[in-house]
């Protein structure tokens, strides 16, 4: 079983449509990462959670600590937000060591 | 422009023929880190640095070795290449401690093929 688990693997929404990808993981952590990558390759930093709920314009993270789990949540959907969104934690044993999901591979049809 | 580069965006090799990919930040960050994305499999740590002279292995280190002598560098060493560290490699950097926003910033990302 991998550290970390996202699904679903692969999701086709309607433009407008709330789009909700989950993240559940097994080791103890410091603190979780919410990374886009668009498909020209490149990856962007979109959250890091270490408790609570973050909110930036149209995208939402929580992380429930005690449950292990994440959401990353996008309302109103745009053809735009087309992208592979990855989890990735990070080690809670003082260093930096990060662990990532497979990634969710987001495509919102117009 | 806040921004982390890697050289070369491409290349192929063949094996055995050492090869180094460079990263340079010029944010000041004290921690850097090297990671492959290969299908499947998803993103992998290689290595990762605290700070200048400070480095410690991933999840994958094999067949890799990095130095950091100067904070704003962390070059990737393949001492001597094969076929299974053809991949696509991805360097990142963010400011250390509790104190900030913990932010990725990662570079371009750069191809690599070992024939």
């Known amino acids: 079983k991998n550290e970390v688990e996202q699904s679903p693997q692969n999701l086709t929404a309607q433009e407008g449509e709330f789009i909700t990808i989950n993240c559940s993981y097994s080791v103890g952590i410091s603190a979780l990462h919410w990374l886009q990558q668009h498909p020209g390759g490149g990856i962007v930093s979109l959250f890091m959670?270490?408790?609570g709920k973050k909110k930036h314009g149209r995208l939402i993270a929580t992380i429930n600590i005690q449950e292990k789990h994440s959401s990353l949540h996008i309302t109103a959907s745009h053809p735009r937000d087309s992208a592979v969104y990855i989890c990735?934690?990070?080690?809670?044993?003082?260093?930096?060591?990060?662990?990532f999901g497979t990634g969710t591979r987001l495509t919102i049809i117009p | 422009e806040a921004q982390v580069t890697q050289n070369p965006r491409y290349l192929i090799t063949v094996t055995g023929k050492k090869l180094t990919v460079t990263c340079s930040q010029n944010?000041?960050?004290?921690?850097m880190s090297w990671y492959r994305q290969d299908p499947g499999l998803g993103l992998r740590q290689i290595y990762y640095s605290m700070n200048v002279e400070v480095t410690d292995k991933g999840d994958v280190p094999e067949g890799y070795k990095v130095s950091r002598k100067e904070k704003r560098n962390f070059p990737l060493i393949l001492e001597s290449p094969s076929p299974n560290q053809t991949s696509l490699y991805f360097c990142?950097?963010?400011?250390?401690?509790?104190?900030?926003?913990?932010?990725?910033?990662f570079g371009e990302g750069s191809r690599l093929t070992v024939l």
């Open positions: 990142a950097s963010k400011r250390s401690g509790a104190w900030n926003t913990g932010e990725l910033f």
């Open positions: 944010m000041n960050h004290e921690y």
């Open positions: 959670l270490s408790s």
């Open positions: 990735a934690v990070r080690s809670n044993f003082g260093n930096e060591k990060l662990t």
